[in-house]
C-alpha cells in the first residue's frame, strides 16, 4: 500500500521535468503567438547546443560522483587563445583546437584530482579562477572578436539544420553509445555508486576518473567553440557562472549529483528546458535582470527534485519484511 | 630473496613464502608461508588483529609485502593491485560484497571482462554477455533473470553472482573472507555445497572464517595465525575446534559462555514494550525485559530483528505502540530521548552506524557519555575526567591499541572496533542495552569477553536485548528467548535451557503459515 504511493510519488518525481516543460510550452505558447513554431524551436535547440554539449561532458563528472566547476574557465581560455594566436585556422581545426584546450584544461584538473587526491570540488572552483585570471590577462580584459571562419560556423547549416544542432547530435550520439555499450560507460556506474568498491573489483578508477574530467573540459571547449559562434565574440563574462545551468541541465534531467545514476540523454533533455524557458522570457519582453532569479529558481527545483528522489529511493529499496492483510 | 629449488611445490597453484607486513614501523604480519594445490581449500584463522585479512589483501594485491615472495603456478607473483590479481587467476569474495546496486545482474557478473563484439571497438556485446551470465549464474546455482537490477536480491543470492563474477574469467583460486557473516542458515549451506563444487571442479580456495567448525569441515589445511604470526599450518584430518582456538589464543578457553546463576521469581520490568507496530515491517510487538534480565530475539535475517532495535531506539520511526522505560513512557521517538531515558543500542553495522571510523579510539569511546557530562550544550567538556574513563574502559575491555588518543579507530581489527562501540555505551552505564549482533565477525576470545561484559552489566541490574544469528550464542547467555518472524514475536521460550530445535523451527516460520 504504501509501497505503492511511494512508487507513484517516484513515478512523478521522475516526470516533472517533463511536465515543468509541457507547462512552460502551453504558457508561453498562450502569451506569445510567436513561441509555438517550427523556427522557433529550432533557435531554442540551435540556442540550447553549446550547453547540451557541456551538460554531456558533464553527466560523465556527475555519474561518478564528481563536478566540475570550472567549465566556464575552460570555455573562456580555450576561445582566448583561439582568437588571439589562432584566428587563421579554418572552421573544423578550430573546433578542434578549442576541444584539445579544453581537454588540457580538463587534464590540469584531473592531475589535481587523480594523483595529489585533492577534492574535485575545491579542485575546479581554483582553476575556474586562475583559468578565467588568465584569459583575462591574455585578453588584456577587453572584449575579444571571433575570426570570420568561427562565425561563418555560427551560421552555417546543412539541410536546414545548423551546424550547432549537428555537433550537438553527433557527440549526443558517440556519448550515449559510450555510456550504453561500452565497459567505460558501465564502470561510469559503477565507480558512482561504490567508488572503493569499484577499486576492489579491479576498475582503473583513477585513470576512469583522469579520463572523465579531461572528457569533460574537451566538451567544455567544444561548447565554447559553438558559444563563441553565436556570440561572435569572448568579453570578460564569456562563460561566466555557465557552470550552474549546466548542471542544473544534468540534474534536472535525472543525473544525480550523488554518483551512480544518470543519463545524457536527460542532461540534453534539461539543457534544451532551460534554454526554453529563456527563450520565451526573451520573446515575453521580461526585463533581463529577471532571467537569474528564473534560472536560479529552476536550479533550485533541479537539485530539490534530486534529493527527493534520492530519498525516496533508499526508502522504495528498503525491503519489507511482513505483508501487511488489511 | 628468492625460493630454493627444492622449496618449490611444483604441484601448487600458490606458493607463499615468509610473507611479512609493516605499517608505520610496526610488524603486523610476520612471516606466514603455505603452498595451495588446485581443489584443495586452505582455512585462515586467527583471532582478530591477527592480520589474516592483511594477508589475505596481499595475496589480492590490495596491499605490498614488506618482505616475502608468491609463486602462481611456479612463476613470481608480485601483484601492483587488485587487477594484476584478477589477471593471475585469483577472485575475492570479500566480506562486504564488491557489486554495485544500481547495475544488472548480468553486468556485475560481466564487470571484470565484459565479452566484445568486434576486436578493437570497445563495444560489449550485450547479447553474449547475458549468455555467459546465465551460464554462470546456472553454475553456482542462482535461478533469476540477468538483467534484474541487483538492487533487489537479498544478500545471498547476490554471493551468488559475486562468485558467479569470480568464475567469469579464469580463476584458480577463490578466496573467500568471512563469506557466511550476512548469510542465513540455509544459504550458508547453500555456499558451501557450491564450495564443494567448485573444489571438485580444481578451483583452489581460501577460507577466513571465525566459525571454526565451518573451517573444519570445508578446508583440507589450516593455517592459524597468533598476533600476526603463523602458529600452526596442519591439516585438518584429526584437528579439533578446541585444539584450534588453542592455538590461536596461546591458551586454552575455559567457557565461552560465563556461568550462569539460575534466577528466582520474576524481575521487575525495566524496558517494556506495548503494541509498537510499523506496516510492512513489524506488528504488534508486546514484551517487556526485568532488571537484570538478559532476553535474546531468535530471528533469522529479514526476520524484523534489527529493525525492530532501529525503532525501539528511535532511529526509524513506528506508527503506534509505546516503549517505556523504568515505568515511564519515552516520550518523543528519538535515539536522543531514548539516550536520556539511559537506553543503548549496539547496531548491526558498527562500521556504517556504530563508529566514526576515521576518527580517534578516545574521541570514540568518549563520544556518548560527552553530553552527560556537562550540566549544557555550551559548558566545556572536562576531557581529562572522561579521557580517564575511557581508558578505564578500554583496559577493562582489553581493546589491543598502541595508542587510544591517536590510532583511529579504522585501522583497529573488527573485535577491538566492537569493544570501542561497547566501550562508547557501558560509559554510561545504560539501564537498558539492545545489542545487534554484538559478536558478527569476531573471534572467540573476544565473543568470550563480550558475554562476559553483558553477564556483568546484567548483574548490575541492566535489562539487555541481545540478537543474534548464531542462536547459540542466546541459549548460552539468555535467560529468555523470544522467537521473531516475518515482524512479530512468534513464541517465547524460558531457560535455562532451551529447546533448541523448537527455538529454530519457531524462528523459521513464514507468514502464510502462522495465518
Given amino acids: 500500500m504504501q509501497a505503492s504511493r511511494q512508487t507513484l510519488r517516484l513515478t512523478l518525481l521522475r516526470a516533472t521535468p517533463a511536465i515543468m516543460f509541457m507547462v512552460i510550452l502551453v504558457l508561453f505558447s498562450m502569451l506569445s503567438p510567436r513561441f509555438l513554431s517550427l523556427q522557433n524551436f529550432a533557435n531554442i535547440l540551435t540556442q540550447s547546443a553549446y550547453m547540451a554539449v557541456m551538460a554531456i561532458g558533464m553527466t560523465f563528472v556527475l555519474l561518478i560522483a564528481g563536478v566540475d566547476l570550472s567549465i566556464g574557465a575552460a570555455m573562456y581560455v580555450s576561445a582566448a587563445i583561439l582568437i588571439l594566436y589562432f584566428p587563421w585556422l579554418p572552421g573544423l581545426a578550430s573546433i578542434l583546437l578549442m576541444a584539445f584546450l579544453g581537454a588540457v584544461f580538463g587534464a590540469i584538473n584531473a592531475t589535481f584530482i587523480v594523483k595529489l587526491k585533492v577534492i574535485p570540488f575545491v579542485v575546479t572552483i581554483a582553476t575556474l579562477y586562475v583559468g578565467r585570471g588568465f584569459a583575462l590577462y591574455l585578453s588584456s580584459t577587453r572584449t575579444i572578436l571571433a575570426p570570420e571562419t568561427v562565425l561563418s560556423f555560427g551560421e552555417g547549416s546543412w539541410l536546414g539544420v545548423s551546424y550547432a544542432i549537428l555537433t550537438l547530435a553527433t557527440l549526443f550520439v558517440i556519448a550515449l553509445w559510450v555510456e550504453r555499450w561500452t565497459p567505460f560507460g558501465r564502470y561510469l556506474y559503477a565507480m558512482g555508486a561504490d567508488f572503493d568498491g569499484a577499486r576492489k573489483a579491479g576498475i582503473p578508477v583513477w585513470g576512469m576518473s583522469f579520463a572523465v574530467y579531461v572528457l569533460c573540459g574537451t566538451f567544455a571547449g567544444v561548447g565554447g567553440f559553438i558559444s563563441l559562434s553565436q556570440t561572435a565574440a569572448a568579453s570578460t563574462f564569456f562563460g561566466y557562472g555557465v557552470e550552474f545551468p549546466v548542471i542544473a541541465a544534468a540534474v534536472l534531467g535525472g543525473t544525480s549529483l550523488f554518483g551512480g545514476r544518470g543519463s545524457v540523454i536527460g542532461s540534453v533533455f534539461g539543457a534544451v528546458l532551460i534554454q526554453t524557458v529563456q527563450n520565451g522570457l526573451v520573446l515575453l519582453n521580461i526585463n533581463p535582470y529577471v532571467y537569474p532569479l528564473v534560472i536560479s529558481g529552476i536550479i533550485f527545483v533541479a537539485v530539490l527534485l534530486d534529493s527527493q528522489r534520492t530519498q525516496l529511493l533508499t526508502r522504495l529499496t528498503r525491503r519489507l519484511i511482513r505483508t501487511e492483510t488489511t | ?515
Fill in chain 2, 1 to 515: 630473496m628468492s625460493f630454493l629449488s627444492e622449496q618449490i611445490d611444483t604441484s601448487a597453484v600458490l606458493q607463499v613464502h615468509n610473507l611479512r607486513k609493516s605499517f608505520f614501523g610496526v610488524e603486523v604480519l610476520r612471516g606466514v608461508s603455505f603452498s595451495l594445490r588446485p581443489g584443495r581449500s586452505l582455512g585462515l584463522i586467527g583471532e582478530n588483529g591477527s592480520a589474516k585479512t592483511t594477508a589475505a589483501n596481499i595475496v589480492n594485491g590490495l596491499l605490498k609485502p614488506s618482505e616475502g615472495t608468491m609463486l602462481i603456478d611456479r612463476q613470481t607473483y608480485a601483484p601492483n593491485g587488485p587487477g594484476d590479481a584478477m589477471a593471475a587467476g585469483i577472485g575475492f569474495i570479500h566480506q562486504e560484497l564488491n557489486l554495485f546496486e544500481n547495475l544488472t545482474v548480468a553486468e556485475n557478473v560481466s564487470l571484470r571482462a565484459f565479452p566484445k563484439t568486434v576486436g578493437w571497438l570497445p563495444q560489449i556485446n550485450k547479447r553474449r554477455m547475458k549468455e555467459r551470465a546465465r551460464e554462470l549464474l546456472a553454475e553456482v546455482g542462482l535461478e533469476i533473470d540477468v538483467d534484474t537490477p541487483l538492487s533487489r536480491l537479498a544478500q545471498g543470492e547476490r554471493q551468488l553472482v559475486e562468485i558467479a563474477k569470480a568464475l567469469s574469467v579464469d580463476t584458480k583460486i577463490i578466496i573467500f573472507d568471512e563469506p557466511t557473516t550476512s548469510l542465513t542458515a540455509r544459504e550458508a549451506t547453500r555456499l558451501f555445497d557450491l564450495i564443494e563444487r567448485l573444489k571438485k571442479r580444481g578451483i583452489a580456495t581460501i577460507y577466513i572464517s571465525h566459525i571454526l567448525t565451518d573451517v573444519l569441515r570445508l578446508c583440507d589445511e589450516v593455517v592459524i595465525l597468533r598476533d600476526g604470526a603463523m602458529v600452526e599450518n596442519v591439516s585438518t584430518d584429526g584437528l579439533t575446534v578446541s585444539h584450534m582456538i588453542e592455538s590461536m589464543l596461546g591458551r586454552p578457553l575455559a567457557d565461552l559462555f560465563p556461568e550462569r546463576s539460575p534466577r528466582t521469581g520474576v524481575a521487575a520490568p525495566l524496558l517494556e514494550v506495548r503494541g509498537l507496530s510499523q506496516p510492512g515491517i513489524v506488528a504488534n510487538l508486546n514484551f517487556a525485559v526485568g532488571v537484570g534480565e538478559i532476553v535474546g530475539i531468535a530471528g533469522l535475517m529479514g526476520s524484523g530483528r534489527s529493525e525492530m532495535a532501529r525503532i525501539l531506539f528511535g532511529l526509524d520511526p513506528a506508527v503506534g505502540g509505546e516503549v517505556a522505560v523504568d515505568g515511564s513512557v519515552v516520550g518523543e521517538r528519538s535515539p536522543r530521548a531514548c539516550m536520556a531515558a539511559s537506553m543503548a543500542l549496539l547496531t548491526e553495522d558498527r562500521r556504517g552506524d556504530g563508529l566514526m571510523m576515521p576518527a580517534t579510539i578516545l574521541a570514540n569511546l568518549t563520544l556518548a557519555k560527552a553530553a552527560d557530562v556537562v550540566p549544557s550544550s555550551f559548558s566545556v567538556v572536562p576531557e581529562k575526567r572522561l579521557e580517564e574513563d575511557a581508558r578505564e574502559i578500554a583496559t577493562a575491555l582489553r581493546i589491543k591499541a598502541h595508542d587510544l588518543d591517536r590510532q583511529p579507530v579504522r585501522s583497529l581489527s573488527g573485535g577491538n572496533q566492537q569493544k570501542v562501540v561497547l566501550g562508547k555505551w557501558l560509559l554510561r552505564a545504560p539501564k537498558v542495552l539492545i545489542l545487534d549482533e554484538p559478536t558478527r565477525g569476531i573471534d572467540v576470545g573476544a565473543k568470550a569477553e563480550i558475554y562476559a561484559q553483558i553477564q556483568t552489566l546484567a548483574r548490575n541490574g541492566a535489562a539487555v536485548l541481545v540478537i543474534a544469528s548464531e542462536f547459540e550464542e542466546l541459549f548460552g547467555i539468555c535467560d529468555r528467548i523470544l522467537a521473531m518472524a516475518h515482524g512479530e514475536i512468534v513464541a517465547e521460550f524460558s531457560g535455562p535451557v532451551f529447546d533448541r530445535e523448537a527455538v529454530i523451527a519457531a524462528a523459521m516460520q513464514t507468514q502464510a503459515e502462522a495465518s
